[in-house]
């Protein structure tokens, strides 16, 4: 039969280990979700770069369409009026400043929409390191306290050895 003494340090051993592969599991489980929200949030910035680009290039193409059919405005209008051809040529530039427009608009999209992306995964990120470092703190608070109830089981152990070998102290 086993002493308290060994008994106590058994089972303190069994709750450290408990409390270990509870702190292994909560800290996996931390990283992996900030793996998921990492993953998460490049995959929208992706999607939102390739909007940007999709739009980015629907505008090009609208604006040499513009420009396009302006200049073949422009040159049937030389042929009949120079003053047609003056307007042809103003509703050109005006298309051209309106395709810039476009553009620029798209790529302030695209750049708002991968800054949101950005913002997400870095609060992301922050949550799982909080949830690591809670996790860790309650880990060292279960063990702290584990080693004191062991270590308080030994002294009982030791006073309870000491007082049945020696008979209680009695003062003189």
């Known amino acids: 039969m086993a002493s308290r003494q060994e008994q106590a340090s058994y ?5 450290k280990a ?11 489980a931390a990283q992996e979700r900030g793996r998921e929200a990492k993953h998460r949030a490049s995959a929208a910035a992706d999607r939102a770069m390739g909007r940007g680009h999709d739009a980015k290039e629907a505008t090009k193409d609208r604006a040499c369409q513009a420009k396009d059919a302006a200049s073949d405005a422009a040159g049937r209008a030389v042929d009949s009026d120079r003053g047609a051809a003056e307007a042809t040529r103003e509703k050109a530039h005006e298309a051209g400043d309106s395709a810039r427009e476009g ?9 708002q929409t991968a800054e949101a992306a950005r913002q997400k995964a ?8 909080e949830t690591v470092v809670a996790g860790k703190d309650k880990t060292g608070a279960i063990l702290q306290q584990a080693g004191e109830k062991a270590m308080n089981t030994a002294v009982a152990a030791k006073d309870t050895v000491v007082s ?5 102290r009695t003062r003189w």
């Open 164 to 168: 049945t070998a020696v008979g209680p």
């Open 11 to 15: 089972h303190a051993g069994e709750t």
């Open 18 to 28: 408990r409390a270990e592969e509870k702190t292994g599991q909560v800290m996996g």
């Open 103 to 111: 553009a620029q608009q798209t790529g302030g999209y695209v750049a």
């Open 122 to 129: 870095a609060g992301a990120a922050q949550y799982a390191r």
